[in-house]
Each structure stands twice: as C-alpha cells, then as structure tokens.
C-alpha cells in the first residue's frame, strides 16, 4: 500500500467517484485531478500532466471515451511512469482484445492497455461491462424518465454491472498488490436485452417504460443534437454494436475473484435506485 496521496483521474467520474469514496472510508489521501482541481489536469494539454503526477507512486486511471482520448491517456501513462509512477489501476472495458470488435474505440482501448503494460509501472487492468448507473447517472436517465429508452442495441443482451462493484474492485487493485499484473473482466451476475432492462425498471418504476431500436447512424445523431461530440457519439453507437452483434451474451467472474462474493443484480439495483427519486417525473 502506498504511503503517498492516491492520484484519482477523472475523480468526480462514475467510477473515479466510488473509488474515492472507498479511498476516504479508510482515511486514505487521494488527489483528484480535473480542469478544475486545485492543480489543474487537462487528458488535451500535456502541459498540466507533470504538476499533476509530482510526487506520485499510485493513480487510478479513467480514460476518456473515444480514440482521441485513449491515445493521450497512452501519451499521459508513458510520462507519468518516466516521471515516478510505480502502480497505475486501468479502467478499460469488458472484451477489449477481443474477436468480433474490429471498431476503432476497441482498438485505441487495447492500445492503451499495451502502453500500461510496456510503461515500466506495475500494473491491473479492470475491463467492466456497461454499467447500470448508466441509467440512473448519465444520458440514459433522460430516456428513462421519458419512459423510452432510445438505443441501437437490437436484441442483443449485455450483463450490466452495478458501479459500486466496479469501484470496489479498483480500490482493492489499488491497495493490495497481490493484483499486480492481473486482467479483471467484471460483470453482472446475468445478461439482459435492452428490452428486460425496460420491464426492470418498469417494475422498480411502477411505471411503462419501453425500449426502441434505433439504427446506428440514429443513434449517432440523436447523440449529438443531445450535445455529445460526434467522435465519442461514434464511439458509443460502435461499443453498443458489440452488444447489437451478441458478442456480449456472456458473464464474467472478476467481482468473485478479486472481492469474494457476487455482483450485484440489476433488478435489486433498479429498486433501490428508484427509492432515490431519480427517475420520478
């Protein structure tokens, strides 16, 4: 375990956020970094990355989607182990390296992985499926409180995985190097189409909600009038193709291995999440 503060990229961040926490439930200092941290960080200027690593051993590290993004996390990683960083944690994602996702946000993910690991840092990669906060956190909550989840993911399944079990398995990476060297994929403990997630939450929701297939070149647009960057748009209608093609129908066992116990199911995290409110309307 480091003695030095724990470098947390993209810390206000689903996963970076829960990361945190478990980091400051056990009194453990942590520096986050973002454009407006007291030390600024920027993944687009490389000017911010020497003040950002100054002084430390650890860092956990959410990249940023798209190509673009992966290639400078690349760049970031690289200098930042010539710097002094002795343990980078990765969040990359589920099937990276894999057969049949011949897309460029796959190959920029694997990429990155290979620049972790010819760093010069130790090194755990966690590779999670999509997550369930998804729903509840970022642009698919809008869809939910709309009662129409708008996606182009056909009728393929994907086993989503409640974040906070992503979170603490990053925290364990971080604090016990007996995950050095090790590739987590990490999943739900079933796989589920777009449309049982619809039924899930119409059941959490007491409420319809419906799923609608969207085409790929939809989606991208519905995306960017929704203000999301036209390359990370691509890149997401690519990653929910993987799911449209059935290359995801699967479950992976990283949260039993590294935590002891099974993830988290979607319908338990559906219920809990709405006694928060956030999908009322």
């Known amino acids: 375990m480091t003695n030095t503060p724990i470098l947390i990229l993209s810390g206000k961040g689903k996963t970076g956020r829960r990361v945190v926490e478990q980091l400051d439930a056990r009194q453990l200092p942590v520096r986050l970094a973002s454009r407006s941290s007291e ?11 020497a003040g950002t690593v100054a002084g430390i051993d650890t860092a956990y590290l959410a990249p940023p989607v798209g190509p673009t993004g992966l290639a400078q996390a690349g760049k970031f990683i690289k200098q930042a182990a010539s710097e002094g960083l002795r343990r980078v944690v990765l969040l990359s994602g ?12 796959y190959e920029s993910g694997l ?6 690991k010819d760093s010069g840092a130790d090194w755990t990669i966690v590779r999670p499926a999509w997550f369930m906060q998804g729903f509840s956190e970022d642009f698919m909550l809008d869809y939910v409180q709309a009662g129409e989840i ?32 090790e590739t987590y994929s990490l999943s739900g403990p079933r796989t589920l189409t777009l449309a049982e ?69 979607f319908a338990d995290w559906a219920r809990e999440t709405a006694k928060t409110g956030v999908w009322s309307v």
């Not at 182009?152 to 992503?166: K, L, P, R």
């Not at 398995?169 to 190097?177: F, I, R, W």
């Not at 007491?206 to 647009?221: F, K, M, N």
């Open 197 to 265: 997630v619809a039924a899930e939450l119409s059941t959490a929701t007491g409420r319809p909600i419906t799923s609608v297939d969207l085409e790929p070149e939809q989606h991208v647009a519905e995306m960017v009038e929704y203000g999301v960057p036209r390359e990370d748009a691509e890149s997401v209608r690519d990653l929910f193709a993987v799911i449209r093609n059935h290359r995801s129908e699967y479950v992976s066992e990283g949260v039993q291995q590294v935590l002891g116990r099974a993830p988290r199911d």
């Open 39 to 49: 030390q600024p960080f920027d993944w687009y200027d490389e000017n911010t990355w």
């Open 111 to 116: 990429e990155l992985e290979h620049a972790v």
């Open 94 to 105: 589920r099937g990276v390296g894999s057969p049949g996702r011949e897309f460029a946000v």
């Open 150 to 181: 708008r996606l182009s993911a056909g009728d393929g399944a994907e086993a989503w995985i409640d974040t906070n079990d992503v979170g603490d398995v990053m925290a364990a990476a971080l604090l016990d190097e007996r995950h050095t060297g």
